[in-house]
């Protein structure tokens, strides 16, 4: 593995557990999913593993969830203008927010409520 990419794993792999960390402590992720997502990471699972998203996929899962812009930003960490921007593709997901979507892709949004 070159430097670079060392660097990047190295990163990714701090950055997922600081989130994993505040998600667990603002009781967003429950301890087992806390304790099995560290395992992931120590696994260090890259970041490229995970699909990304098209804008029509993000406001299909918002509107699966029965759940405003307004209301989607908030368990999302974002403001309602990102989240907008999301859905019409003129911005795409990425570190956490791309995480969160992502599991509600494959759990549904009540994995991350």
Known sequence: MTK???????????????TADAMHKLGI?????HKL????????MPAATIAP???SEIRKLRE???MSQAVFAK??????DHVSKLERGAKRP???????LDTIRRKGIEAIL
Do not use: I, Y
């Not at 670079?4 to 600081?18: I, N, Y």
């Open 29 to 33: 992720m429950d301890a087992e999913s």
């Open 4 to 18: 670079k990419k060392e660097q990047l794993s190295d990163r990714f792999t701090r950055e997922m557990t600081e």
């Open 53 to 55: 998203l098209t804008g």
């Open 64 to 66: 699966q969830s029965n």
């Open 94 to 100: 990425n570190g956490p927010a791309l995480v969160l």
């Open 37 to 44: 997502t560290m395992r992931e990471l120590n696994r260090s």
């Open 75 to 80: 368990f999302l960490h974002l403001t309602v």
